[in-house]
């Protein structure tokens, strides 16, 4: 599993294309071989985030963006379920309230950031002021460079007082959300997850493409660098999103605390 994250790190000629979307790199023929993969890892990233919980040194911010039905909920359940509530927290950001649009852009998003010991998985990101916006004409693209410049300095910053920044693009194709879609409709059960809106979101699929692979080149750095995943496949999403944190999480060497001598003269009684 060794430099996992070069093998997924964003080129700099990034293009986000259907074909890519359905890349297995890290995959073996047996898929329940890979399920079990997905499993021991995500029971080995809880148990470094216990370590770097109470080491309380390190902090991590997991970012998951990709179109809907790409898998970012698929991914905070396949690849952090295991991880203790405590030391982790999932925030899905959704349409700024009037208190939110007062402030800054990014106000909101510094508020949810990590602290020490934690990890931090943004469900959706800063990154939708540079997509939604410019797919639907809300800012120019003078703004939107802006904005560029902004989220570069906002997470360089986060970079050097001590965050960890993994930011991972869900690739999945046009055909296999279409797919997705179909069983949400057709299975009552999932109607919850069935929002209308999706239907006239997927209608500006090719401006999302475009948009976001101008955001990714724009946004990747060598301190915040962009992972693109092919979603197309739940199980191979998972598996190299669990290979990268885990690396990640082994290169901060979190250790626990050093043990109190006092704590040796005490008998409970």
Not at 107 to 127: A, D, L, T
Not at 161 to 186: N, P, V
Request: glycine fraction near 4%; proline fraction near 4%; charge should be neutral.
């Amino acid at each position: 599993m060794a430099d996992v994250r070069k093998q997924f790190r964003t080129p700099k000629d990034f293009s986000a294309k259907d074909e890519d979307a359905g890349a297995r790199p890290l995959s073996s023929d047996d898929k329940s071989r890979d399920k079990q993969r997905v499993e021991d890892m995500a029971a080995q990233i809880a148990e470094l985030q216990e370590v770097l919980y109470a080491e309380r040194k390190h902090k991590v911010l997991v970012v998951l963006q990709g179109m809907d039905t790409s898998g970012k909920d698929g991914t905070v359940r396949g690849v952090f379920g295991k991880v203790d509530p405590l030391g982790i927290t999932t925030v899905s950001f959704k349409r700024p309230t009037d208190d939110e649009k007062a402030h800054d852009y990014l106000w909101r998003v510094h508020q949810k950031v990590p602290m020490q010991g934690e990890m931090v998985i943004f469900n959706r990101s800063h990154y939708e002021e540079v997509l939604v916006t410019r797919v639907h004409d809300l800012i120019d693209a003078a703004e939107c460079e802006r904005r560029y410049a902004h989220i570069r300095d906002f997470e360089r910053m986060l970079s050097e007082t001590g965050t960890t920044i993994l930011k991972f693009f869900l690739h999945i194709s046009s055909d296999e959300q279409k797919k997705r879609l179909q069983e949400r409709i057709d299975d009552h059960d999932k109607h919850w997850k069935f929002d209308p809106l999706d239907l006239k979101e997927r209608a500006y699929w090719k401006e999302y493409q475009r948009q976001y692979s101008d955001a990714i080149r724009n946004t990747h750095t060598d301190y915040a660098p962009w992972y693109v995943i092919p979603a197309d496949s739940k199980t191979h999403r998972n598996l190299a999103i669990a290979s990268i944190v885990l690396e990640a999480l082994r290169e901060l060497k979190p250790a626990y605390p050093a043990g109190r001598p006092e704590y040796a003269k005490l008998d409970i009684i």
